[in-house]
């Protein structure tokens, strides 16, 4: 997510909006994003519902067993439709943001 | 003559720098994030100021030494290893999400809260202005979270 507001001003110019997703709570968000300085869009899905609908639950790997996501990246067109997955196999590594731009300039 | 072991010290202290150094350092640049190299490279020093010092300890003849020696380099291993399993192991332990949406298919529409407290639905995501002009895209990130 580092790589992602490095690359912020690239990835809005190509009218990428960068949006992460996690069961944190809006509270929890708050506070990383003023740690961290990002400016993107911080979701919260505490019951795992949409984790759950991407089929991304890592079960049990939360505080006191509770479900968490995976690491996992989409990319998303204007028509909604999946343009580009990252799953990654080792949840030290993580998409890049280069990764995405480059992607995103297929996008109409 | 009683002498400071300092290879055993040095090496065993490395290998503790060394396993915090990823969490602290490495694990915010790509590079030296998606493979450890530059705690591998460090975790090499680590082991062979380790295997120096064992073995000057060994050539002593305090009995004292060697059993000290031998217990800080097993420390030392332990540290190492629990490394090298956290990331290649551990780090493995996913679940495969084959049910995750593909290319080409149609994203599943949620509404979540956003961290001011704002219902956010995708299809507003997908039609808000980016810069001033309607998006081309969205790029979801999920993680695992903070909690």
Sequence with gaps: MRGIEQNIEQLRAQGIRPVAISVDSPETSRGLMQQQGYTFTFLSDPNAETIRRYDLVHAGQGEGGHDIARPAEFLVDSTGTVRWIHLTENYWVRARAEEVLEVSKLLK | ?147
């Design chain 2, 1 to 147: 003559m009683r002498r400071f072991n300092w290879p055993l010290w040095l090496g065993f202290l490395l290998s503790v720098v060394t396993f915090f150094s990823y969490f602290a350092v490495f694990i915010w640049y790509p590079v030296t994030r998606d493979f450890p190299w530059a705690n591998l490279l460090l975790f090499l020093v680590a082991a062979v100021l380790l295997f120096l010092g064992l073995r000057r300890a060994f050539t002593s003849d305090r009995r004292r030494s060697k059993i000290l020696a031998a217990f800080v380099t097993t420390l030392g291993v332990v540290v190492i290893a629990f490394f090298l399993f956290a990331f290649f192991i551990g780090g493995r332990q996913l679940p495969a999400s084959s049910g995750a949406p593909q290319v080409g298919q149609k994203a599943p529409d949620f509404t979540l809260t956003d961290a001011d407290g704002k219902s956010v639905s995708l299809n507003e995501l997908l039609s808000t202005p980016v810069n001033g002009t309607a998006p081309k895209g969205v790029l979801l990130v999920f993680y695992r979270g903070y909690w």
